[in-house]
């Protein structure tokens, strides 16, 4: 069973920052694409970033140079930093680890953008 535990999110103020972290088994961090997903209410849920197994990464058009998602694979973990957070951010946040015969997710973190 493959485990991913979210942790970061909370209350921002717009342009804030926060840092979300989703730690997982050294197998995944090694071998699977880690990504970040959102989903707002009543829509789909979208790409924030992801980094694959040689480090490429790829972002959410949205995005637009404000977050950084990197992997630390002592620590077996992958981090979201997000920078010059908006409103629009508000949404909860998902981590997910896959393949291209499996994936797996994290139960989400919840991100407020409030002044």
């Known amino acids: 069973q493959v485990q991913l535990v979210e942790s970061g999110g909370g209350l921002v103020q717009p342009g804030g920052s926060l840092r979300l972290s989703c730690a997982v088994s050294e197998y995944v961090c090694n071998i699977y694409t880690l990504g970040w997903y959102r989903q707002a209410p009543g829509k789909e849920r979208e790409l924030v970033a992801s980094?694959?197994?040689?480090?490429?990464?790829n972002y959410g058009d949205f995005v637009e140079g404000r977050f950084n998602n990197s992997k630390d694979t002592s620590k077996r973990t992958v981090y979201l930093q997000m920078n010059s957070l908006e409103i629009e951010d508000t949404v909860a946040y998902y981590c997910k680890a896959y393949l291209q015969w499996a994936e797996y997710w994290g139960q989400g973190t919840q991100v407020t953008v409030s002044s």
């Open positions: 980094v694959d197994s040689h480090g490429n990464k």
